[in-house]
């Protein structure tokens, strides 16, 4: 059966929240730090690991601010090592432009990967991410997706996903990637999680406030 809660969850905010409950009724998913046990009595989940959330920073906001970006520059510097080539996903926003200035930083030479859509759009960042290559002496590549190729793409795309995803974006990503390993780059680095996790849209505002009241 459907689960008509989780699927509108999912529409609403183009990704499930729910950890625990699928859009089918019947299907749970095993959480972060859980595992399962299946025998002839059925299936048990046990728990191995726990995020423990309890406050331990003590310093000032400024202090705060200089951990934070020492967290990322570390980040940034491990996952640039690795034995196949490395590119930036590069949009010319802030999170992904401050993941390839940090990658940069690293002496390393680093190469970033912009895409347009075929025509005009409104969401084509291409001038912006050249200009701040140029800026950063990062070597640039432009990738152009076209909106046509998508139907041919659905069919390979929803082979791999554990269940169906809503997020507008998941299909351009798809394609992007496919182009980026065609340029010879297995690994990528981007802004991806950025707005979710410094709340940049108020969109995300929105699920975090959702997620506290649930918690609550």
């Not at 951990?67 to 590069?90: F, K």
């Not at 960042?125 to 800026?135: L, N, Q, S």
């Not at 990528?188 to 707005?195: A, P, T």
């Amino acid at each position: 059966q459907i689960n008509a809660h989780a699927l509108a969850e999912c529409i609403r905010y183009n990704y499930p929240i729910d950890l625990k409950n699928t859009w089918i009724e019947q299907i749970k998913r095993i959480q972060a730090g859980e595992y399962a046990i299946v025998d002839l009595n059925g299936m048990e989940i046990r728990r191995y690991w726990k995020r423990d959330l309890t406050p331990r920073f003590s310093g000032t906001v400024e202090d705060a601010k200089a951990e934070t970006l020492r967290l990322m520059r570390e980040s940034v510097d491990i996952c640039l090592r690795s034995d196949v080539p490395v590119a930036v996903l590069l949009s010319g926003g802030v999170d992904s432009s401050a993941v390839a200035a940090l990658a940069k930083e690293t002496g390393r030479e680093v190469h970033v990967i912009t895409a347009g859509y075929k025509g005009e759009h409104d969401c084509d960042e291409r001038i912006v991410a050249k200009r701040f290559a140029g800026t950063k002496g990062l070597i640039y590549h432009e990738l152009e997706l076209d909106a046509d190729d998508f139907r041919e793409l659905f069919a390979e795309y929803s082979r791999y996903i554990d269940e169906p995803v809503s997020d507008v974006s998941s299909m351009a990503q798809w394609a992007l990637y496919k182009k980026a390993k065609a340029l010879g780059f297995t690994v990528l680095l981007g802004g991806l999680g950025g707005d979710e996790l410094f709340y940049g849209y108020p969109t995300f505002n929105k699920i975090a406030e959702s997620l506290y009241l649930r918690h609550e």
